[in-house]
């Protein structure tokens, strides 16, 4: 059974940094789409970064040069830099079926993210950021 852990959320002031993790567990792949997702109360939920089976990194725009996603193995590290108060969210990793494995194309708007497409999601960390 696929299972998804995150960790790393913290609180911290506006411009600073936070790396969060997710460790994937039981996926029968090395090779497979991750992305994370965050939602805010009462906001939609959007996406944040994704890493494709190749390696190639996705952004939407309002994460683009702040967010950075790297993957070893079957643990991902979400390096974010430059922290506004409107990041302020839980963070959630998910992964696709592992018959599918390859991403869905991304918009560059964060809300339009493809979540249904990810059906295995970890229970989330939660990021705040004060101004």
């Known amino acids: 059974q696929v299972q998804l852990v995150e960790s790393g959320g913290d609180s911290v002031e506006a411009g600073g940094s936070l790396r969060l993790s997710c460790t994937v567990s039981?996926?029968?792949?090395?090779?497979?789409?991750v992305s994370w997702f965050r939602q805010a109360p009462g906001k939609e939920r959007e996406g944040v970064a994704a890493?494709?089976?190749?390696?190639t990194t996705i952004y939407p725009d309002s994460t683009k040069g702040r967010f950075r996603l790297f993957k070893d193995g079957h643990t991902l590290t979400l390096r974010m830099d430059s922290l506004k108060p409107e990041d302020t969210a839980m963070y959630y990793c998910a992964t696709v079926h592992e018959v599918r494995r390859l991403c869905p194309t991304f918009p560059q708007s964060a809300t339009s993210w493809p979540y249904s497409d990810f059906i295995y999601w970890g229970r989330g960390t939660q990021v705040t950021v004060s101004s």
């Open positions: 039981g996926y029968k792949y090395r090779d497979y789409c």
């Open positions: 890493i494709d089976t190749d390696g």
